[in-house]
């Protein structure tokens, strides 16, 4: 299986559409060194569909850190981000800042 990555980033501050953007930019260039990212920020259509509360959506994201092997933290201010570096910070889960952080893996069709 492929290690996976949580993309911690800017949602709310500035705007949204951008940020969710700038989160799938980045899970391309993960996708490239051969990791399987995870978008939070997609959780953006299932809200326009269907709203919850704001703590609803806290609480989905952290379900899905303990999943994952990596967490990258996008700069820009962000609660919700902080939180979830702390999170994983934690439970030992290693935080990047930047995809070039991964090493590329050769050992999957990417």
Not at 48 to 60: E, N, R
Not at 90 to 100: D, P
Request: with cysteine; proline share 6%; aromatic share 10%.
């Amino acid at each position: 299986m492929k290690p996976k990555v949580y993309i911690a980033s800017p949602y709310s501050q500035g705007d949204q559409v951008l940020n969710v953007q700038r989160a799938i930019d980045v899970a391309e260039e993960i996708k490239r060194r051969g990791y399987i990212p995870f978008i939070p920020h997609l959780s953006m259509l299932w809200h326009l569909y269907k709203p919850h509360t704001i703590g609803f959506w806290y609480d989905y994201d952290l379900e899905w850190i303990p999943c994952c092997d990596y967490l990258i933290r996008l700069a820009g201010d962000s609660v919700g981000a902080d939180h979830e570096v702390e999170v994983a910070e934690g439970m030992g889960i290693k935080v990047i800042h930047s995809a070039s952080e991964l090493p590329i893996r050769r050992d999957c069709n990417s």
